[in-house]
């Protein structure tokens, strides 16, 4: 097993070999002692500012040999109350955890976040672009028309699992990248996102997670999916994002 931890810089990382840092980016930065670039072999580093960690996730997809893979970010890993493996003081779940839930589960990722007052569909809309939302659905109807119930289900709801962060068998995340990157492809050359600001560019990225769920749903019966709760060994301003999500509904502010 091997679990990527995305990163663009150097960081404190999980002081165990099956955690290996990937470098995300053109630059020549090193990350750590031992890492991965996604700009070596096959790879998308070029499209990093858009498609932020699926340039790692498509390296993973296209260049990893390890029988079971995982994504975890510099920042955010799964998250554990008995492990003894640690990054800055906080508790993360240990390979040997991992491996002992998926014996009961086909996929680990991460637990849903509750939106409460909003549905996936318009919180997408108030943050980002709607004509970007658009072309997605239309998008999945064209390419994935049996996914399109599952889309307006997930994106109906409140609830989503977020930083496309997963353990997993290749063959099953394989399964999952065969069917997002054409999808993400596809839209990538019809949405003018170069004239975005620097954040709305990252459209690649908060589409994916919205995808991952729906992808998901739609395998509701045949996989199972196990959702842990997701540790920022950095601390996260919970209030914070809730005053954000606030403004972009009622106020309409991105």
């Not at 960690?53 to 955010?76: D, F, M, P």
């Not at 554990?80 to 589960?105: C, Y």
């Not at 007052?117 to 672009?129: F, G, L, Q, R, W």
Request: proline letters at 3%; glycine letters at 4%; a positive charge.
């Amino acid at each position: 097993m091997k679990v990527f931890i995305v990163s663009h810089k150097a960081f404190e990382f999980p002081n165990d070999t099956t955690f290996t840092p990937l470098k995300v980016g053109k630059d020549n930065l090193a990350t750590a002692d031992k890492f991965f670039s996604d700009c070596s072999a096959d790879n998308i580093a070029h499209l990093n500012p858009f498609f932020c960690e699926l340039t790692a996730a498509y390296w993973i997809w296209k260049n990893s040999q390890e029988e079971i893979v995982g994504l975890a970010h510099y920042r955010r890993y799964f998250a554990s109350t008995t492990s003894n493996l640690t990054v800055k003081g906080k508790r993360i779940a240990s390979p040997e955890e991992m491996l002992n839930m998926l014996k009961n589960a086909d996929i680990l990722v991460a637990k849903p976040r509750n939106y409460y007052i909003t549905s996936i569909k318009s919180h997408y809309i108030h943050a980002h672009h709607e004509s970007d939302y658009t072309q997605l659905r239309e998008e999945i109807a064209l390419q994935q028309p049996d996914y399109l119930a599952d889309f307006d289900q997930v994106m109906g709801g409140t609830k989503i699992s977020l930083y496309n962060m997963f353990v997993c068998k290749k063959t099953l995340i394989d399964e999952y990248f065969s069917w997002l990157f054409p999808v993400l492809f596809a839209l990538e050359e019809k949405i003018d996102y170069q004239n975005y600001d620097a954040y709305q560019k990252r459209v690649f990225g908060f589409m994916a997670e919205r995808l991952f769920n729906v992808w998901l749903h739609h395998q509701q019966g045949r996989l199972r999916i196990k959702y842990l709760p997701i540790v920022n060994i950095d601390g996260e301003n919970l209030f914070l994002k809730g005053i954000g999500l606030l403004k972009r509904h009622f106020w309409g502010k991105k």
